[in-house]
């Protein structure tokens, strides 16, 4: 029964307590019933942040002295005191938002539906995102579209706008594009890009909503409110797949599965592929292949010292197992990125640490990629975020090879080869063997 009366409390209480904005989608049998709210003729103006409930009270008594109504804006006195000794009120005026949260909470629990609290600043946010993407021009073609100094196939060629990656429109020619993008400026051919309205549902598809984590330790929850569970911790400067904005909460996806963190603690934005100027990517080539010939020269060293094949610096661990040296992976006819796949495997069953870099005792995600590397003399960072932007792009997971850093959304391992990674996932599942495609990959990164 205090159930029942906390939802008709619920329900009542909406047609009083008006708030902004709100539309709510409730899953029937085909998955969306919108609008249910609006049909039922209840107002969403708020007219102030503030309500006071011991106000509402005073007025309830004042009613009843004078004999008149007891309720007031249709929401009786039973239902007012209802209210008060619920969990709903914490404070003699609470805002309107923590009263709209524990409404909300209770309508979801009454009828399933699912209520999207977009705020008018977040509406304009969007809108305004949607008529840049307009001003954007999106490469479709099977690799890369030249970028030409003049609207004409005479022109001399100054960059490349790879597919699917954009730049901003500025003018149009005899068919051609004018276009800025990142450092290039020039030309491309219009049938081999879209712009204006196809490029808005375009850029919806190959842009990637990114957050940046701007706190030491974030907690992703189980929903959108500090009263859910903690389902894991992402660390500072890591990034995270977007796959919803809420009021004041971001829907992100994480090795647990999908969670919630709070948009106070992360940056958000668009990444898109810009255009790369020959002079860039001559400079790109010669700064990455400088990059692996010096992890080679430190893997080689490295292995040159574990060459008689002693345990590793891991030691036993806990478990009393040993395990063998980098260099015992190593054959005249393997890749240096080969032996590094293997070397890892052998650390499969070992736990989960969040903030470790034990390959025995315990590590996270990239806490793991960065001591398998260490053990071949390369030093890389304790970040999965930061593991995106080493070595050398590969381009996609059909190119992968055994040794290639695999890059998700908050989480990072390392390929092993027949489409499979060797990773720290979970601290339910420890260090494990997984399909390399069992979530979308952001990046192939390469440092032999």
Not at 74 to 85: D, R
Not at 293 to 319: H, I, P, V, W
Request: a negative charge; hydrophobic letters at 35%.
């Amino acid at each position: 029964m205090k159930k029942q009366a906390m939802q008709i409390a619920a329900f009542t209480a909406v047609a009083a307590i008006t708030f902004a904005n709100i539309n709510v989608d409730s899953h029937a049998s085909t998955g969306k019933v919108s609008s249910v709210l609006p049909q039922a003729g209840i107002s969403y103006a708020l007219g102030n942040n503030q309500v006071s409930l011991s106000n509402l009270q005073q007025s309830l008594e004042e009613d009843s002295k004078n004999e008149t109504t007891t309720s007031i804006s249709g929401v009786s006195k039973s239902v007012v005191e209802e209210i008060a000794s619920s969990d709903a009120v914490t404070d003699e005026t609470p805002s309107a938002s923590n009263i709209t949260d524990s409404i909300l909470k209770d309508i979801q629990s009454a009828t399933g539906a699912v209520i999207d609290k977009e705020t008018e600043q977040e509406k304009s946010e969007n809108a305004a995102e949607e008529e840049r993407f307009k001003t954007l021009v999106i490469a479709k073609v099977d690799n890369y579209v030249n970028v030409r100094d003049i609207p004409s196939e005479d022109g001399e060629i100054v960059g490349k706008l790879y597919d699917k990656s954009v730049g901003t429109f500025i003018e149009e020619e005899n068919g051609w594009y004018k276009i800025k993008s990142g450092k290039v400026e020039g030309y491309v051919k219009g049938e081999f890009c879209v712009t204006g309205e196809e490029a808005v549902e375009l850029a919806k598809k190959v842009g990637t909503r990114m957050a940046t984590v701007t706190t030491t330790t974030l907690f992703v929850r189980s929903g959108p409110s500090t009263d859910d569970s903690v389902i894991g911790y992402v660390p500072i400067e890591d990034e995270l797949t977007v796959t919803e904005e809420l009021d004041g909460w971001v829907k992100v996806n994480i090795e647990e599965g999908d969670g919630y963190v709070s948009r106070d603690y992360v940056t958000l934005h668009t990444e898109f592929v810009e255009a790369e100027s020959k002079a860039e990517e001559e400079a790109r080539l010669a700064k990455e292949k400088a990059a692996r010939e010096a992890a080679n020269k430190a893997a080689e060293a490295s292995l040159a010292k574990s060459k008689n094949g002693k345990e590793n610096q891991e030691g036993g661990g806990d478990s009393g197992k040993t395990y063998k040296s980098p260099a015992s992976y190593t054959t005249e006819s393997s890749s240096i990125g080969a032996a590094v796949a293997q070397y890892a495997q052998q650390f499969v069953g070992n736990p989960y640490v969040y903030g470790g870099s034990s390959l025995t005792n315990g590590t996270d995600c990239s806490g793991f990629v960065m001591s398998v590397y260490a053990n071949f003399g390369v030093s890389l960072p304790h970040s999965s975020g930061a593991d995106r932007s080493q070595g050398a792009a590969v381009d996609g997971l059909a190119n992968a090879q055994p040794g290639d850093i695999i890059c998700y959304s908050g989480h990072v391992g390392i390929y092993i080869g027949g489409g499979q990674i060797v990773h720290a996932s979970t601290a339910k599942t420890g260090i494990k063997i997984s399909d390399a495609s069992y979530r979308p990959v952001l990046a192939v990164r390469r440092i032999f």
